[in-house]
């Protein structure tokens, strides 16, 4: 058997355009190790990369911030990790330890972060260089694949939950049953909130109650807010559809106190009556991503209570169209990219 010197990876070359190319083999720089890459989800900050949306994205650049493989390479100054040990890499991968948030122990906002697959080289890649200070352990017991989508869809929803105000027993709705918003309710029923699944159309309801969610309200048929003040109002609205408007909506239906925690960037503005917020003394909040040990803990936390992303996979040269199909909200419910191991 040869060994193979080269691997391949999908670049960004253009607005939109992703390509199949074949590179080298890299050496890692120390702090880094290599990993070789079984699975890496498409999520929608994917296109931030891919169309350029900052305009800081140098090409070719590979995307893909849902990483999962295994360590097949350590830099020089790498402790504590081994060649073949499972690992994965999230959005953030690696805050630079300096910066002013950084010093305050928040390097969830550090100034001058990694992020994975804009600003490094990301997983759509049967290789990926990752820094040590960013891996997170993957448990034995999760697939690469379904593993994958948990690393920004299911962090971002599970730390947001969590360090909300929302406790036991009190209303939590998911707003959205996309890719985050399915993995929202999963979180909140097994979190104990009682779990309301808010989407477009009845045809989501079977999905949702399957999910976990005690009440499905359909918004092209019901009045949001007055469904929410029925059930005594949410404490928290997670906000994962990508509709300004339509998280407006859930404000009103908070309870007092109550929080509209926005995970999902609309194109449109979200437009709030003052009163809504001064009367009720509600909030509304971003919430972004979180830490490796946050990361970790949502992967433990996830197996315990065995949710999973429902996902659709696809192979590396399929990448293009995982990507169109993710940005028309095509894919049920989270699409992944599954490297081939045969080609290895
Ligand atoms: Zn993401
Ligand atoms: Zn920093």
């Given at each position: 058997?040869?060994?193979?010197t080269t691997y391949r990876a999908v670049v960004?070359?253009?607005?939109?355009?992703?390509?199949?190319?074949?590179?080298?083999?890299?050496?890692?720089?120390?702090?880094?190790?290599?990993?070789?890459?079984?699975?890496?989800?498409?999520?929608?900050?994917?296109?931030?990369?891919?169309?350029?949306?900052?305009?800081?994205?140098?090409?070719?650049?590979?995307?893909?911030?849902?990483?999962?493989?295994?360590?097949?390479?350590?830099?020089?100054?790498?402790?504590?990790?081994?060649?073949?040990q499972r690992v994965g890499v999230g959005f953030?991968?690696?805050?630079?330890?300096s910066c002013p948030s950084c010093r305050q122990?928040?390097?969830?906002?550090?100034?001058?972060?990694?992020?994975?697959?804009?600003?490094?080289?990301?997983?759509?890649?049967?290789?990926?260089?990752?820094?040590?200070?960013?891996?997170?352990?993957?448990?034995?017991?999760?697939?690469?694949?379904?593993?994958?989508?948990?690393?920004?869809?299911?962090?971002?929803?599970?730390?947001?939950?969590?360090?909300?105000?929302?406790?036991?027993?009190?209303?939590?709705?998911?707003?959205?049953?996309?890719?985050?918003?399915?993995?929202?309710?999963?979180?909140?029923?097994?979190?104990?909130?009682?779990?309301?699944?808010?989407?477009?159309?009845?045809?989501?309801?079977?999905?949702?109650?399957?999910?976990?969610?005690?009440?499905?309200?359909?918004?092209?048929?019901?009045?949001?807010?007055?469904?929410?003040?029925?059930?005594?109002?949410?404490?928290?609205?997670?906000?994962?559809?990508?509709?300004?408007?339509?998280?407006?909506?859930?404000?009103?239906?908070?309870?007092?106190?109550?929080?509209?925690?926005?995970?999902?960037?609309?194109?449109?503005?979200?437009?709030?009556?003052?009163?809504?917020?001064?009367?009720?003394?509600?909030?509304?909040?971003?919430?972004?991503?979180?830490?490796?040990?946050?990361?970790?803990?949502?992967?433990?936390?996830?197996?315990?209570?065995?949710?999973?992303?429902?996902?659709?996979?696809?192979?590396?040269?399929?990448?293009?169209?995982?990507?169109?199909?993710?940005?028309?909200?095509?894919?049920?419910?989270?699409?992944?990219?599954?490297?081939?191991?045969?080609?290895?």
């Amino acid at each position: 058997m040869t060994t193979r010197t080269t691997y391949r990876a999908v670049v960004a070359t253009a607005p939109g355009q992703l390509q199949l190319i074949e590179r080298q083999i890299p050496t890692p720089t120390p702090g880094q190790v290599r990993i070789r890459v079984e699975a890496c989800g498409v999520c929608h900050s994917d296109s931030a990369t891919v169309e350029n949306l900052t305009g800081a994205i140098s090409y070719p650049r590979v995307p893909g911030h849902e990483v999962v493989g295994r360590i097949e390479a350590l830099g020089a100054g790498v402790d504590g990790w081994q060649i073949g040990q499972r690992v994965g890499v999230g959005f953030l991968g690696g805050e630079d330890g300096s910066c002013p948030s950084c010093r305050q122990g928040d390097g969830i906002n550090c100034h001058n972060p990694v992020i994975t697959g804009m600003n490094v080289d990301g997983g759509y890649a049967e290789i990926m260089l990752a820094e040590a200070r960013g891996l997170v352990r993957i448990p034995e017991e999760l697939e690469a694949a379904e593993a994958a989508p948990l690393l920004c869809a299911g962090l971002t929803t599970f730390n947001a939950l969590r360090n909300s105000n929302a406790r036991a027993g009190d209303v939590v709705a998911i707003h959205g049953l996309g890719g985050l918003g399915h993995l929202g309710v999963q979180f909140a029923r097994k979190m104990g909130f009682y779990t309301v699944a808010i989407a477009r159309g009845a045809d989501k309801a079977e999905q949702a109650l399957a999910l976990g969610a005690h009440r499905y309200i359909d918004a092209t048929e019901e009045n949001v807010t007055d469904v929410l003040r029925s059930l005594g109002g949410a404490k928290v609205v997670l906000g994962t559809a990508p509709t300004g408007q339509g998280m407006a909506q859930t404000v009103p239906g908070l309870t007092p106190r109550g929080q509209l925690i926005v995970v999902a960037v609309p194109g449109d503005p979200i437009t709030l009556n003052a009163t809504d917020l001064i009367f009720g003394a509600r909030s509304v909040v971003g919430a972004l991503t979180g830490s490796v040990p946050d990361n970790e803990q949502t992967l433990a936390f996830a197996s315990l209570q065995n949710i999973r992303p429902l996902i659709e996979t696809f192979s590396l040269d399929q990448a293009q169209e995982a990507y169109d199909r993710m940005m028309r909200a095509d894919v049920r419910l989270r699409a992944v990219l599954v490297m081939s191991p045969d080609k290895a």
